[in-house]
Antibody, heavy 119, light 108 residues
Framework: EVQLVESGGGSVPPGGSLRVSCVVSGFSFSTSGMSWVRQAPGKGLEWVSS????????YYADSVKGRFSISRDNSKNTLYLQMNSLRVEDTAVYYC????????????WGQGTMVTVSS | EIVLTQSPATLSSSPGERATLSCRAS??????LAWYQQKPGQAPRLLIYDATTRATGIPARFSGIGSGTDFTLTISSLEPEDFAVYYCQQRSKWPLYGFGQGTKLEIK
């Protein structure tokens, strides 16, 4: 069964750090591009970051560049998002998603993990 | 930066009716456009990619057309489970991926 399971969300004060994870099963993780997409409460979807299968090519939205870092451990079938210098506006559900290549669509999604930045 | 604008923001329809949702890009994205459905409390689900190709398991009542800057998602005969929020998404040089603001399809 194809599955993406996020974890690591929680509540953190502004300026704090958090790392969320996504464990993958049911498809070839090491050959799949992966992304993080977030959704603030009651709002739309926002692409956050992407990484290629090898982990040597990464991309970030301007809103998180310099603060967030995407990485992966192919031996553990796990995707990570390290979030530093968190802001109130980073509060959202964070979804990991598999990217179809070269189409560039998100064909498999996790259930999401909630990150709340609040004092 | 490419901006996607969806219209209408809310569409009120009844089961059995045809629904037409629009997505307009601020500059050409060729056919690099996808559509997603999202129900409350759930992750988005890919419906259409490459503007016109249905994803695996998506019913034939969902269809997409368009290229360049103007795209349409049509649901030919609405089922009760189709009432949800729909997003378009583009892949381009920058931003790498972008989403429209969504269209809420609600029951009239």
């Amino acid at each position: 069964e194809v599955q993406l399971v996020e974890s690591g969300g929680g509540s953190v004060p502004p300026g704090g750090s958090l790392r969320v994870s996504c464990v993958v099963s049911g498809f070839s993780f090491s050959t799949s591009g992966m992304s993080w997409v977030r959704q603030a409460p009651g709002k739309g979807l926002e692409w956050v970051s992407s990484i290629n299968g090898h982990g040597d090519d990464t991309y970030y939205a301007d809103s998180v560049k310099g603060r967030f870092s995407i990485s992966r451990d192919n031996s553990k079938n796990t995707l990570y998002l390290q979030m530093n210098s968190l802001r109130v506006e980073d509060t959202a559900v964070y979804y990991c998603a598999k990217v179809t290549v070269p189409v560039g669509a998100f064909d498999i999604w996790g259930q999401g993990t909630m990150v709340t930045v609040s004092s | 930066e490419i901006v996607l604008t969806q219209s209408p923001a809310t569409l009120s329809s009844s089961p059995g009716e045809r629904a037409t949702l629009s997505c307009r890009a601020s500059q050409s994205v060729s056919s690099n456009l996808a559509w997603y459905q999202q129900k409350p409390g759930q992750a988005p689900r890919l419906l259409i990619y490459d503007a016109t190709t249905r994803a695996t398991g998506i019913p034939a009542r969902f269809s997409g057309i368009g290229s360049g800057t103007d795209f349409t998602l049509t649901i030919s005969s609405l089922e009760p489970e189709d009432f949800a929020v729909y997003y378009c998404q583009q892949r381009s040089k920058w931003p790498l991926y972008g989403f429209g603001q969504g269209t809420k399809l609600e029951i009239k």
